[in-house]
């Protein structure tokens, strides 16, 4: 029946009709999907959920400040002191920043620091909703109106300053990103095929997924409150290419075979895609899963992105089962050339690397998975080293952006940041009590005069120091113990600190909730495909001691080698859901090919000819998802560095030594009580009459 389906997808007349609806619809989707970054919200604050105590203080703030509000310095400097002229003209400058687009308020300063070598001023914009994607533009004019020159610095920092500073960061990341993983995944794949034009096929049904997703995405952003933003975007198109030349290694390999078996192209692919697609299908479905597990986090933009990557990869998964099949039977053996799979040809798997490795772990497959799995625990030692308690704003960059030169510049000459603050709400009755509980905590500046309006307080003092610094985080935390401790003020605390601290705590709350929901959707997912509970067991186990081992080695990286200073709070859940995800792919594909060769070879045999006949295409699989995920280290935000870099490494480590060595090690000793309690778990010689064998491997003696 599904054999029927397949060849009714890629037969003569309908392989032109697949086509022919997946072009369409990929030109129609094209401009829509250049669309996606407009919709972007970058904005901290929107990123927290409703229930964070910044997010509930910012509804009480909008009587007295727009939470559109962006909050921008113009710092300047001359080291060895200010000249006259040099004040003249800052003061001259505020009349022209008062007279720019968006400039809310009165612009405040110049503040002179005490050394005399540095002054700011403070300057709020308002562009509405989508005001910080206007913050380069702004960040622009202001250096035309105070550039520097003659001995005089001048920097735009605050809200406004590192807003524009972000939007620099992924500046063209789309555009960037997707040259750079195409141009990665190309050589991999003429490496892999070996072929000048077969390569041609994946790359060219990757890009339609990724056109298709975008343009899907970019509708429920504006229309359904999905958010977007940078990061999210990133990572959808490293995902898509990376996962679909996945899925399409996988079926072209099996699709190769058949060709081998088959005259007929047509037959060929419906018994490819009759083969392939379960664990194409199941793959897909436990990333997808893993993603819209992120629904349950706090974050919203961590909640984001599961619908996002989700998104992507249902997309990815439809193209690479009805495009990509259409495009080979449409061109052709001649695709391959110039290893063209001739009929009855013989298959090269049979006598290649990964057939001499099964044979060598055959011999003492127990002593190979307890040696393997010892490394790698030594390997999770370097947990240890992890520093995930957030980074500052200095620390969250792998270059220093003009915002942080000028948050600098404030710290050395004893300036505050007037445009962070801590901002307080409380009931006008209390709110000297507010006030007078806030006096003496370290880490604050002078109270500027509270302002009063439907019965409550609002009450703002600027804050010493990064708004992402922990120092300011204990600040914070400070405030919010004197404050809540005002018998009936119901005080709430907030400001920038605030919500980078929500962000903080948030992340935390979802790491230990979103993990284990995680796990066990895997596990029953794998239960379902290999109806067994001692593999899925033993392949969770697997994936897990493959996230410890790479987290620990890429924690020892990030400290020694690269020289962070840490890494955010929601880095191991990220870390987690995409090694764990993508991890487990390469299982399923590894274990429904042992499950189909155990109905007619038996257990040890079946683990055998699974990875002599995998072994090469999950490699290349592999590589081509740590490569692209490596291509997220161009971008100079430390996160997407980490973030790249932990899931490169812990995928070479699950398709090198997991997946080949560990699992396969595993599958020989236990033999068929890995299928325990099914039908499965009856001794090696029990074969399915109605079996169909596939090909005739050649295994060891002392395996048959």
């Given at each position: 029946m599904h054999r029927q389906i397949a060849g009714r997808l890629t037969g003569p007349v309908t392989k032109w009709v697949v086509l022919a609806f997946w072009l369409l619809l990929a030109v129609g989707a094209a401009g829509f999907a250049q669309k996606l970054t407009d919709v972007q919200n970058n904005e901290a604050s929107s990123w927290l959920p409703a229930s964070a105590e910044s997010t509930k203080a910012l509804e009480k703030l909008e009587p007295f400040q727009d939470p559109n509000l962006i909050p921008t310095l113009v710092v300047y400097e001359r080291p060895g002191g200010l000249t006259p002229e040099d004040m003249a003209a800052a003061k001259a400058d505020v009349a022209e920043f008062q007279e720019m687009d968006g400039v809310e308020g009165e612009v405040l300063g110049p503040f002179p620091s005490e050394d005399g070598e540095a002054m700011s001023t403070l300057v709020n914009f308002n562009f509405g909703a989508d005001g910080w994607n206007a913050m380069p533009d702004v960040a622009d004019e202001l250096r035309q109106i105070a550039p520097?020159?003659?001995?005089?610095?001048?920097?735009?920092?605050?809200?406004?300053?590192?807003?524009?500073?972000?939007?620099?960061?992924?500046?063209?990341?789309?555009?960037?990103?997707?040259?750079?993983?195409?141009?990665?995944?190309?050589?991999?794949?003429?490496?892999?095929?070996?072929?000048?034009?077969?390569?041609?096929?994946?790359?060219?049904?990757?890009?339609?997924?990724?056109?298709?997703?975008?343009?899907?995405?970019?509708?429920?952003?504006?229309?359904?409150?999905?958010?977007?933003?940078?990061?999210?975007?990133?990572?959808?198109?490293?995902?898509?290419?990376?996962?679909?030349?996945?899925?399409?290694l996988l079926l072209v390999a099996r699709y190769r075979e058949e060709l081998r078996r088959h005259e007929d192209r047509h037959e060929a692919m419906a018994f490819a895609l009759h083969r392939a697609a379960p664990a194409i299908v199941a793959s897909a479905v436990t990333v997808m899963l893993g993603m819209l597990c992120l629904l349950f986090a706090e974050m919203n933009s961590t909640a984001g992105l599961g619908p996002v990557a989700a998104i992507g990869i249902a997309v990815t998964l439809l193209v690479m089962i009805t495009l990509l099949p259409a495009l080979l039977v449409i061109f052709g053996r001649w695709f391959f050339w110039p290893k063209r799979p001739l009929f009855r040809s013989e298959e090269p798997t049979k006598s290649g690397i990964w057939a001499k490795i099964g044979n060598r772990i055959s011999i003492r497959p127990r002593a190979v998975w307890i040696g393997t799995t010892a490394a790698l625990l030594v390997c999770c030692l370097g947990l240890f080293t992890l520093e995930a308690s957030g980074l500052s704003t200095e620390d969250s960059y792998t270059k220093e952006f003009d915002s942080i030169v000028g948050q600098k510049v404030l710290a050395e000459h004893g300036l505050v940041d007037e445009s962070n603050t801590v901002q307080v709400v409380a009931n006008e009755d209390q709110a000297d009590e507010v006030l007078a509980a806030m006096e003496g905590i370290e880490g604050l500046g002078t109270p500027r005069e509270p302002q009063s309006a439907g019965g409550v307080t609002f009450i703002e003092v600027p804050i010493q120091g990064d708004a992402a610094s922990q120092a300011t985080f204990d600040v914070i935390e400070n405030v919010r113990d004197a404050v809540h401790q005002v018998d009936g003020a119901d005080a709430l605390v907030g400001g920038w600190s605030a919500v980078y601290l929500d962000t903080k705590i948030a992340a935390n709350r979802d790491n230990l909730v979103i993990i284990p929901i995680i796990l066990l959707m895997v596990f029953l997912i794998l239960t379902v495909l290999l109806r067994a509970l001692t593999a899925p067991l033993l392949l969770l186990g697997t994936v897990v001691l493959s996230?410890?081992?790479?987290?620990?080695?890429?924690?020892?990286?990030?400290?020694?080698?690269?020289?962070?200073?840490?890494?955010?709070?929601?880095?191991?859940?990220?870390?987690?859901?995409?090694?764990?995800?993508?991890?487990?792919?390469?299982?399923?594909?590894?274990?429904?090919?042992?499950?189909?060769?155990?109905?007619?070879?038996?257990?040890?045999?079946?683990?055998?000819?699974?990875?002599?006949?995998?072994?090469?295409?999950?490699?290349?699989?592999?590589?081509?998802?740590?490569?692209?995920?490596?291509?997220?280290?161009?971008?100079?935000?430390?996160?997407?560095?980490?973030?790249?870099?932990?899931?490169?490494?812990?995928?070479?480590?699950?398709?090198?030594?997991?997946?080949?060595?560990?699992?396969?090690?595993?599958?020989?000793?236990?033999?068929?009580?890995?299928?325990?309690?099914?039908?499965?778990?009856?001794?090696?010689?029990?074969?399915?009459?109605?079996?169909?064998?596939?090909?005739?491997?050649?295994?060891?003696?002392?395996?048959?």
């Open positions: 520097e020159g003659d001995g005089l610095n001048v920097h735009i920092a605050g809200a406004g300053g590192q807003a524009a500073d972000a939007a620099e960061a992924f500046a063209g990341i789309d555009g960037m990103l997707l040259i750079s993983t195409l141009g990665v995944v190309i050589l991999i794949l003429l490496f892999t095929y070996r072929s000048p034009v077969l390569w041609i096929l994946p790359i060219f049904s990757a890009g339609i997924a990724l056109f298709c997703a975008e343009a899907l995405i970019y509708f429920l952003a504006k229309y359904a409150d999905l958010t977007v933003n940078g990061q999210s975007q990133a990572i959808l198109t490293i995902l898509v290419i990376g996962a679909g030349t996945d899925y399409a996230f410890g081992a790479a987290l620990g080695i890429s924690a020892m990286l990030f400290k020694y080698v690269f020289d962070f200073a840490g890494s955010d709070p929601s880095f191991p859940l990220f870390a987690f859901v995409f090694l764990v995800a993508l991890g487990i792919d390469y299982n399923i594909f590894l274990m429904t090919r042992v499950r189909e060769e155990t109905l007619h070879r038996g257990t040890r045999a079946g683990s055998l000819v699974a990875l002599t006949s995998t072994g090469g295409v999950i490699t290349s699989a592999g590589l081509v998802l740590a490569a692209t995920f490596l291509v997220l280290a161009t971008i100079p935000v430390v996160f997407l560095v980490e973030l790249g870099v932990a899931v490169a490494l812990g995928v070479i480590l699950d398709t090198m030594i997991v997946r080949s060595v560990l699992v396969t090690a595993l599958n020989l000793d236990l033999g068929s009580k890995i299928w325990w309690p099914s039908s499965l778990d009856r001794g090696e010689n029990v074969v399915a009459a109605d079996a169909e064998p596939t090909e005739d491997t050649w295994v060891p003696e002392h395996i048959r």
